[in-house]
């Protein structure tokens, strides 16, 4: 009897170390908040990824964002601080087995629609940072200055950017769309004809990727008529050396090259911009078109480009019936030259794109800027 006992305990005990074991063995059963594989999410918003079992067991956590762990509990909060398409990797594990679920998650740029009070115009001079040149610590070359180009460009406010490299940064009240054609104008002062003067500038154009209304974003430049010009010199340097003075401005390039941008007695004061960060020396980058500085007969000229350059009187964007410079976003490349696609911008950036010091009787070929409109809105 007391045999029969004995087994009958020892049956039961391995039947209940059996059922444990096996239920140690069962893989995880998962049951995940968010079941999709693909899903949308917004800039600095946030979306919770988390994971729950379905049969009381437990089991790790493992969270991965574009490869690299995030989270080892059961949720993951995800914000993203910038557009892009990001790969979040879910892997539940135990003993017996692992799951695991692969979310694509695609944030979108953040867009600012156009509203009934949108205006076409610029609305925000983001910065102002000119080269040296003749008309900077003027009216027409100062901060104050910049901000007077806001508007309606039927004024006759003017910015100078000085030579090369000198730039303003603007934008919009809303996102200016890619549309079919040109989609930007910008206004310059240029002549046209037989003398024509032109003073060519490159503009670069940015979205509001990481959406915090700043144009600290990547650039991309609006490849006119002389991007792939053997004489167009990519990725261009100049150093520009304070006198701290009514003296020529010396400067110095990452090519070799050195010279100066000379004052003359129609401008007694120093070149140098007086409100740049540094008072020393100003380093500028960008694309430098080759110079078109001449005569004819006794008259000095400097002549347009074909297309896609500010203040040029442009025979291949017709600116003698536009009076303006037409600019479509899909010319847009990146840094290597690559053809990038942009449904949207936020943030233009021109910028005087020829070392061209001119004489003391002309001045030094500075782009100058009236202002902006988005062709988009009528």
Known sequence: MK???????????????????????????????????ALEAKVNVKTTFSAGTNNGLPFKHLWKLDGAVVSEVYNFD?????????????TASNTAGTFTHKYTVTVPVPVIGVT????????????????????INEALGS????????????????????????YIVFGFDHSVVNNSGNDLAIYGNPIGGSTAWAEPGIVMVSQDVNG??????????????????PLTI?????????????????????????????????????????????????????????STFGKVGSIFVNAAFNWGYTDSWSIGDDYATNKYNGFDI??????????????????????????????????EISTEVKGAQDLGIK
């Not at 009958?8 to 968010?34: H, R």
Request: charged content about 20%; some cysteine; overall charge neutral.
């Open 234 to 290: 990519k990725n261009y340097e100049i150093t520009y050396v304070n006198p701290k003075g009514f003296a020529n401005v010396t400067w110095t390039d990452n090519q070799g090259g050195s010279g100066t941008y000379d004052v003359n007695n129609f401008h007694k004061h120093n070149f140098y911009p007086e409100f740049a960060p540094d008072q020393e020396k100003l380093t500028l980058r960008g694309t430098l078109l080759p």
């Open 78 to 90: 995800f914000t993203p601080l910038k557009a892009g398409t990001y790969i979040i990797e879910y």
């Open 212 to 229: 915090n209304g700043k144009p600290d974003d990547e650039w991309y430049e609006l490849a006119g008529s002389e991007y792939n010009n």
């Open 143 to 166: 901060v104050a200055g910049a901000q007077k180009i806001i508007g309606d460009v039927s004024k006759t406010s003017l910015i100078s950017l000085g030579g090369f490299g000198g």
């Open 330 to 363: 899909s010319w847009a490349v990146d840094k290597t030259g690559k053809k990038v696609e942009l449904k949207t911008i936020d943030f233009v950036k021109v910028y005087t794109a020829q070392r061209e010091k001119g004489n003391t009787l002309m001045g």
């Open 3 to 37: 045999k029969s006992y004995l087994l009958l305990l020892l049956s039961v005990f391995a039947l209940m170390y059996s059922c444990k074991k096996d239920e140690k063995e069962i893989a995880p059963d998962v049951n995940l908040a968010i079941k999709t594989d």
């Open 116 to 135: 009934p009070a949108s205006t076409k115009f610029i609305s925000t001079i983001f910065e102002y940072l000119p080269a040296p040149g003749q008309f």
